[in-house]
């Protein structure tokens, strides 16, 4: 009987433990994300009480490392739209056809063997990719386009949206995957063909699932760092112009930290506040993309 | 007759539709599959010559044909072992009370919230995280130790989630049964639940190592050098890793450093693809995946 109550006794302890260790690891989730906030609100305040918030959000010039220091961040926001945007560009047609075949034309065994493959693209690191864009595709586009500079925003771009492209075709034919099968049936009662059930029934179903996929992939492309870091160049323009030098947020951060700024500087700041205005774009997409996805799910699940 | 007739024709046009989505779709499919091994002929093509021996077990080098990746390998090693330690236990712990303890209320709303937008978080800004909090506040300056400890934040989210699938495949009838015959939920954790989730589990795993191994941002940002010519004696050595080094022969004019930017990037993507491939077939034993609902 003793014996017993000291067993149970043990494993009550035990279990009281074990939660309340489990408890205290999930909370570094919490200090992780505070940490991350309260550390780029700090750092960026001690940097716009040296820098004016208007002059960078409109100067049209980024020299934070020059004599003549200028801190306007549209030019590394230039460089950061023209990658994403070539990226998604390729990414989302591509990505669409592949979802509509995998989901509504592909046996499982063409599926299975088809799906894998898109994984293995997104597991390849990305200085990877960056070798590829520059010592591959540029080359390759400069035969093309001979006004192709070395570094650009075009080859980089291309090849982010390969290595994003996965990302889409994957959500968006999981969005497909959960349209009712009554959907589709009813639209063959009423005589369609299966293309037109593909694509003007599941589609339009699936719409905010692959927008979703479409904003999540956007956000990937924004805080891509070493395929632009290598490709791209380092040069701030405010260009739309996909064939000269860029610079990303990205590719600033990385570069600046590169050569070893003293903390407390204000080129250490500097790094800070651009990270801030990364941080701000990437939640938010994210929060939309959740939203949409969210909303998918309680229409059809 | 007439209007048969243009039926006809209508169905014609709409499977002509069709096939030339099908064609576009397969040209897309193949399209992704051509830059994936032309990805991996060009590494090959350019780096298989300097591929030997010597190359993996030298020093790096001002010349480029003396230069090897040990220091850059030893340093990926102990990295990606490091940040499994920590990010495993944290990550599974994370999941088990999420899923089996956690009570409905704000805090637990709060921890969902969490690890939703760090899932969304690039990486370079881990790689500042670790910077200001590991490197400076911590004193812990480019070591082994900040670059784990930020590896191992920034994939947490990722262990969490798959985690969480898993323990989620488990069917509740096998809880139902151990904690009916008395067991507490820890002991039909241990005993039941955890073995059945650990083939999910450990792809989740895999796949975070793969991860781990290929991310070159954040421990750019922590200060890992990019020229190192010891191996690490501890944790709280500077270092220096695969990702880096091949980055640091990239940014070289030289093609001399070409070469074995190529040739390191044939070591990274063995090790990564193959981690890769592993768990996709481990996963693909597993899952069985669910009907469509009606």
């Not at chain 1, 771009?157 to 009712?180: C, F, N, R, T």
């Not at chain 1, 063909?193 to 339009?204: G, S």
Request: charge should be positive.
């Amino acid at each position: 009987m003793k014996e017993t109550q000291r067993v149970l006794r043990r494993a009550k302890k035990e279990e009281a433990f074990v939660r309340h260790l489990f408890f205290v690891f999930s909370l570094v989730a919490i200090f992780t994300t505070l940490g991350i906030i309260g550390m780029l609100f700090f750092e960026s305040f001690l940097f716009f009480r040296k820098v004016n918030v208007l002059s960078f959000l409109t100067d049209t010039q980024w020299t934070p490392l020059f004599y003549e220091k200028h801190f306007g961040i549209l030019p590394l926001l230039c460089g950061t739209f023209l990658t994403t945007s070539i990226a998604v560009l390729v990414a989302a047609p591509l990505g669409i056809l592949i979802a509509i075949f995998l989901s509504e034309y592909a046996t499982p065994r063409t599926r299975n063997i088809c799906k894998p493959i898109l994984e293995v693209l997104a597991g390849v690191p990305t200085v990877v990719y960056g070798y590829f864009a520059l010592l591959f595709v540029t080359p390759l586009l400069k035969r093309v386009i001979p006004s192709l500079a070395g570094f650009n925003a075009l080859s980089p771009g291309i090849v982010m949206g390969i290595m994003i492209l996965p990302l889409v075709s994957s959500l968006s034919e999981d969005a497909m995957h959960a349209v009712p099968q009554s959907l589709r049936e009813a639209g063959y009662a009423l005589g369609s063909t299966k293309f037109e059930v593909a694509t003007k029934i599941v589609f339009p179903a699936a719409f905010s699932g692959v927008t979703a996929s479409f904003i999540l992939a956007l956000s990937r492309a924004i805080g891509e760092t070493m395929l632009v870091t290598i490709a791209a160049g380092s040069m701030p323009q405010l260009t739309l112009n996909p064939l000269v030098p860029v610079m990303t947020m990205t590719a600033f951060i990385a570069t600046v930290s590169l050569g070893d700024v003293p903390a407390g500087t204000l080129e250490y700041q500097t790094i800070f506040a651009v990270g801030l205005v990364l941080f701000l774009f990437t939640f938010f997409l994210n929060l939309i993309a959740r939203r949409l996805r969210q909303r998918f799910r309680e229409v059809y699940q | 007759m007439k209007s048969a007739l243009g039926t006809d024709m209508l169905l014609v046009r709409k499977r002509q539709k069709e096939k030339v989505f099908l064609v576009l779709a397969t040209l897309a499919l193949l399209f992704s599959l051509v830059v994936l091994f032309t990805l991996i002929i060009d590494a090959f093509l350019d780096g298989l010559p300097r591929l030997n021996l010597k190359f993996l077990t030298s020093f790096p080098s001002r010349k480029p044909e003396e230069a090897g990746i040990l220091p850059a390998m030893v340093g990926s090693i102990y990295v990606t072992v490091l940040t499994t330690l920590f990010a495993i236990p944290l990550g599974v712990g994370s999941a088990v009370y999420l899923e089996v303890y956690a009570p409905k209320n704000r805090l637990s709303a709060a921890i969902e919230a969490s690890i939703a937008t760090l899932g969304g978080v690039p990486s370079i800004i881990y790689g500042m995280l670790g910077l200001e909090l590991f490197a400076r506040v911590l004193q812990l300056g480019r070591s082994l130790l900040t670059g784990a400890l930020t590896l191992a934040l920034l994939v947490l989210p990722i262990v969490i989630v798959s985690a969480r699938e898993s323990l989620r495949t488990v069917p509740q009838s096998l809880w139902e049964a151990a904690l009916a015959l008395g067991a507490t939920r820890w002991q039909a954790l241990k005993d039941q639940i955890l073995p059945v989730a650990f083939p999910g589990i450990l792809t989740g795993i895999i796949l975070t190592v793969s991860r781990a191994i290929g991310e070159a941002a954040p421990l750019i940002m922590i200060g890992a050098l990019t020229y190192v010519a010891f191996l690490p004696r501890g944790v709280l050595s500077p270092f220096t890793t695969l990702p880096i080094q091949i980055f640091n022969w990239v940014s070289r004019p030289q093609k001399a450093f070409h070469a074995n930017a190529a040739a390191g990037i044939i070591v990274l993507l063995a090790v990564t693809l193959s981690l890769n491939a592993l768990s996709i077939v481990l996963r693909n034993r597993l899952e069985k995946r669910a009907p469509r609902t009606l």
